[in-house]
């Protein structure tokens, strides 16, 4: 099954940047046909949807709340994406999550098949 790796987190203050990675830990041929996605969580809140991609890189989604300020992609390979991040705020503070599934919309509605383990991102004001 695919296996996903989360890094990039840190500490940054407001109106700077950070870029995050997530990639496969295993063979990249499942995993580049797959769609991946972006999520947040602070603590006492529950987990949000922030950007996601198609298998192809095709196709971007966005929350209201990052768009303008975080874009997402994926490397050449289709093995790793990525999330962009500028003009960081404090609340854009949480721990980050990546996702994958075969299905787009499991991907955007937060039920994919693969979640990482999560790279925390603290923007300090």
């Known amino acids: 099954q695919v296996q996903l790796v989360e890094s990039g987190g840190g500490l940054v203050q407001a109106g700077g940047s950070l870029r995050l990675s997530c990639a496969a830990s295993?063979?990249?041929?499942?995993?580049?046909?797959?769609?991946m996605g972006w999520f947040r969580q602070a603590p006492g809140k529950e987990r949000e949807f922030v950007a996601a991609i198609s298998w192809s890189g095709g196709s971007t989604y966005y929350a209201d709340s990052v768009k303008g300020r975080f874009t997402i992609s994926r490397g050449n390979a289709k093995n790793t994406v990525y999330l962009q991040m500028n003009s960081l705020k404090p609340e854009d503070t949480a721990v980050y999550y990546c996702?994958?599934?075969?299905?787009?919309?499991?991907?955007?509605?937060?039920?994919?098949?693969?979640w990482g383990q999560g790279t925390q991102v603290t923007v300090s004001s």
């Open positions: 295993g063979p990249g041929r499942a995993f580049s046909n797959y769609n």
């Open positions: 996702a994958a599934d075969a299905v787009a919309p499991r991907v955007v509605a937060g039920t994919p098949d693969y």
